[in-house]
């Protein structure tokens, strides 16, 4: 269970949230746990009302569901709900590309691109590195970042969702290998520079490469994981496509 040291009263709601979607994306809170509103209030120390929200946020961000009897329960995603995933962001971030370059580079500035540019540089390291843990959380702001430059924040929220579901099933199953170092995507820099230099072809080609950098990986733990009798329950038999 996340830890319990009280929460400060400002902002109970998303500061819960906020805490409770880390531990789900670092897997801390596995896929199928199930818990209550009054057991989360006991280890953050608050009353249920802001308990009961965060966790409500939470279903509509599509990491948990509600479980009978008012219990809530960590959403599980499937191998097959992880290829959509992969399609929905890759259409996102093409579309970002193809209709909004123009505009998101016009309005971008030299401080914002610089902060994209210092996000890539520390997911690289951390992939590089295999520290997933520090990863997500660069990765996860090097998109919002990238998808903020286009200046839609429908946008930006929707590609944020559908990563974090990402991590989610990802996240699981990279924790079974021993050693990540160079097993995980690390050319976010590349993809910075591409949009700085408005070569939008190159861009999408980067993102090709690491959508079937990423489905190469997941495939093999996926069959890792079933101990090499296939895929999931109704995922696709092709081969790796984008992620």
Known sequence: MPGSDPVKRTTLRSQIADALREEVIAGRLPAGRQFTVKEIAE?????????????????????????????YRVREFSYADFRDMVEARTLIVEGMFRRSAERALLSATPESLGSVRRRAEEAGRAALAGDLDILIGYDLRFWREMAGLVGNPYISDFLDRVRVQSWVFTVPLLRRLDDLRGRLWHRHTELVEAVAGRDVARAQRIIVEYNAHTLALVDGLSGAAAGGAGRSPGSPAEGPASA
């Open 43 to 71: 280890q953050y120390g608050v009353s249920a009302t802001p308990v009961r929200e965060a966790l409500l946020d939470l279903c509509s961000q599509g990491l948990l569901d509600v479980e009978l009897h008012k219990a």
